[in-house]
């Protein structure tokens, strides 16, 4: 059995779809809202338990599951309650560390390319976590398990017998629908398109960068799925790992994406950005992927127009647009 935590959220569900035809399944979540529900239709043989209730189970061993794909968090970039965030995304991750290095269990865990800040020290996964220095308390919060997790390792004490954390950056796929104003710009776009025939998008603040010209490494969610099973499935050395695609490209090559997928010619239109974004945004992301390749990952990532076109058949056919965020 796989045990897969925010099992009812973006990445967590399409890893799900990805390996249930093959494993049986342990997913974990709060209660789900309609639309996290629907994320997990058309699943078979799984079990679902609350995010709480799994850690009691593990205690008691009532629960062994042969890897765990921790993916639940708080994954809000504005979250202000760091007691809030300490609590879901450093402490609970902290407690399935200690039961799998216990029970000999791989732990593949999500952290976040929110950890690598303003980007004044580069996107490299090699980089220390104590050296860098997020923007927002999300980031904070997974830099800081980032951190725990290597003192482990060179204190010497126990650690899972297989773990690695990545790095995610600007996902996007199927299935975000519940994640509202937090969900991918191609998600964003599309509900624009489909309901004003235009996309918005933020002036830049900064004179290096043209309207539209900020730049992201927009990562399709099936990369990201590989990834995470490379890393568990291979013999590659514990640590973190970004998950990119190692391209950096512009919210205007988006945005004309999404456009074309719906054969429609671009309108696109700028607006000022909201105060609380504009103190913590990057203009430039792009991840570093020497590291996992150097490992022998050779998963070739998804070109952008390659995954809009992927994504937009997705949503037309699903109805997943309709869905009201929750």
């Not at 799900?16 to 078979?44: C, F, R």
């Not at 995304?89 to 865990?109: D, F, G, Q, S």
């Not at 580069?122 to 976590?129: A, L, Q, S, V, Y």
């Not at 204190?155 to 954390?165: F, I, N």
């Amino acid at each position: 059995m796989i045990a897969i935590t925010g099992a009812g959220g973006f990445i967590g569900s399409n890893l799900a779809h990805a390996i249930s035809a093959e494993h049986s399944l342990l997913l974990v979540d709060h209660d789900l809202s309609p639309a996290k529900g629907a994320n997990l239709a058309g699943l078979s043989r799984f079990i679902f338990t609350r995010h709480d209730h799994f850690l009691d189970d593990l205690s008691a061993g009532r629960v062994q599951p042969e890897v765990i794909f921790h993916l639940g968090a708080c994954s809000s970039t504005t979250e202000t309650n760091w007691n809030y965030l300490f609590k879901n995304n450093v402490e609970y991750t902290r407690r399935l560390w200690e039961w799998c290095a216990k029970k000999r269990t791989p732990l593949i865990y999500a952290s976040s390319a929110a950890t690598y800040g303003d980007g004044c020290r580069g996107f490299d996964d090699r980089t220390p976590p104590n050296e860098l220095q997020p923007l927002n308390l999300y980031g904070k919060s997974k830099n800081d398990f980032d951190a725990w997790a290597l003192a482990e390792v060179a204190a010497g004490r126990a650690t899972p017998p297989k773990w690695a954390g990545l790095k995610f950056f600007n996902v996007y796929g199927p299935r975000e629908a519940h994640k509202g104003r937090m969900a991918s710009v191609v998600y964003q776009t599309y509900l624009q398109v489909k309901s004003t025939g235009e996309m918005k998008l933020f002036r830049s603040t900064d004179p290096k960068f043209p309207d539209g010209a900020q730049q992201r490494d927009f990562v399709f969610v099936g990369d990201c799925v590989n990834h995470m099973l490379w890393l568990w499935r291979n013999d590659a050395p514990s640590g973190l790992y970004n998950s990119g695609t190692g391209v950096a490209r512009t919210f205007l090559d988006l945005a004309r994406g999404v456009f074309t997928a719906l054969n429609l010619a671009p309108q696109i239109r700028f607006i000022d950005m909201p105060a609380d974004l504009a103190c913590q945004y990057q203009n430039l992301t792009c991840a570093e992927m020497t590291k996992l390749r150097s490992v022998g990952c050779d998963i070739p990532a998804t070109a952008l127009e390659e995954g809009i076109g992927e994504t937009v058949r997705w949503l037309e056919m699903s109805g997943e647009s309709t869905r009201a965020a929750a």
